[in-house]
T-cell receptor, first 113, second 110 residues
């Protein structure tokens, strides 16, 4: 089944404790992206990647890191999480770029205490 | 910063009625996409319209695009309770980044 998977789905952590949210797609898509969703603000793009080893900042990259060492994986790293990073996070992928429809993962609900 | 802004923020209708949602954006675009999200779940792609297109249909969905007014509308005809969800427009302005609006929350009462 073609899909985007994220892990974990739920995470409660404390300020400053490094964490990684994994994202994987099995559709051989070149474009991958991370978003955060907060009430009243819709989705805001954190980082995106056009292909392996190519990443770029979205609208809200501060406090986040990403890497794209393999085509199928695009992990999101929070080196020192803070409470304002409490949010619902989505990973998405598309065949080539934003020119195509994006397929979204199920979301990761992160709480930073 | 957000590019698209949906209007209204919330819409409540009876089953069988039509639902219209609007999206306005600020800069020129390559394409505009509409997505649907059931409560807290991942977004599902509904329809994509290119900047050189004016109207597209998909089942009960009709999307229009007016680039001169920088606006788009999503019409859902003969709505069903299962259409209850949030609807988002997303724009691509050619920079490989996507911008979403804050969404319209649609409630369809049986």
């Amino acid at each position: 089944e073609a899909q985007v998977t994220q892990n974990p789905r739920y995470l409660i952590t404390v300020t400053g404790k490094k964490l990684t949210v994994t994202c994987s797609q099995n559709m051989n898509h070149e474009y991958m992206s991370w978003y955060r969703q907060d009430p009243g603000l819709g989705l805001r793009q954190i980082y995106y990647s056009m292909n392996v080893e190519v990443t770029d900042k979205g609208d809200v990259p501060e406090g986040y890191k990403v890497s794209r060492k393999e085509k199928r994986n695009f992990p999101l790293i929070l080196e020192s999480p803070s409470p304002n990073q409490t949010s619902l996070y989505f990973c998405a992928s598309s065949f080539y770029s934003t020119y195509n429809e994006q397929f979204f993962g199920p979301g990761t609900r992160l709480t930073v205490l | 910063s957000q590019q698209g802004e949906e209007d209204p923020q919330a819409l409540s209708i009876q089953e069988g009625e039509n639902a219209t949602m609007n999206c306005s954006y600020k800069t020129s675009i390559n394409n505009l996409q509409w997505y649907r999200q059931n409560s807290g779940r991942g977004l599902v792609h509904l329809i994509l319209i290119r900047s050189n297109e004016r109207e597209k249909h998909s089942g009960r969905l009709r999307v229009t695009l007016d680039t001169s007014k920088k606006s788009s509308s999503l019409l859902i005809t003969a709505s069903r309770a299962a259409d209850t969800a949030s609807y988002f427009c997303a724009t691509d302005s050619g920079g490989n980044d996507m911008r979403f609006g804050a969404g319209t929350r649609l409630t369809v009462k049986p």
